[in-house]
């Protein structure tokens, strides 16, 4: 499984972004694709995830303002970011999880968000 994000860049407070997740491969495999983040000097962290039914979850952080979202015939996952503070200002990263007697985690480069005050 391959990941590419793209979409990330310099927002001001109150504004919008959306992330694109591409995910390429054995994509029948895949259980749930989710959305992490790290901001500098942190650990990273769950932001939004999304299963195989379409069942989505969200950190406590994020939930009313950002939205998970796929289109399987693009093979796409979007993370629609709106409200943005400045403590979102992290590096985004798309993750899969694929279960196949074990569980294996897939992991794209990484797409910079930066929320100026």
Do not use: H
């Not at 990330?8 to 259980?31: A, D, E, H, P, Q």
């Not at 994020?62 to 015939?73: C, E, M």
Request: contains cysteine; charged residues 20%; glycine residues 10%.
């Amino acid at each position: 499984v391959q990941l590419v994000e793209s979409g990330g860049g310099l927002v001001k407070t109150g504004g919008s972004l959306r992330l694109s997740c591409l995910f390429s491969g054995s994509t029948s495999s895949i259980n749930a694709i989710n959305w992490y983040r790290r901001a500098p000097g942190s650990q990273r962290e769950f932001v939004a995830g999304i299963d195989r039914t379409d069942k989505t979850m969200y950190a406590d952080s994020v939930k009313g303002r950002f939205t998970i979202s796929r289109d399987s015939a693009k093979s796409t996952v979007y993370l629609q970011m709106d409200s943005l503070k400045p403590e979102d200002t992290a590096d985004y990263y798309c993750n899969a999880v694929v279960w196949s007697g074990t569980l294996i985690q897939y992991w794209g480069q990484g797409t910079q968000v930066t929320v100026s005050s």
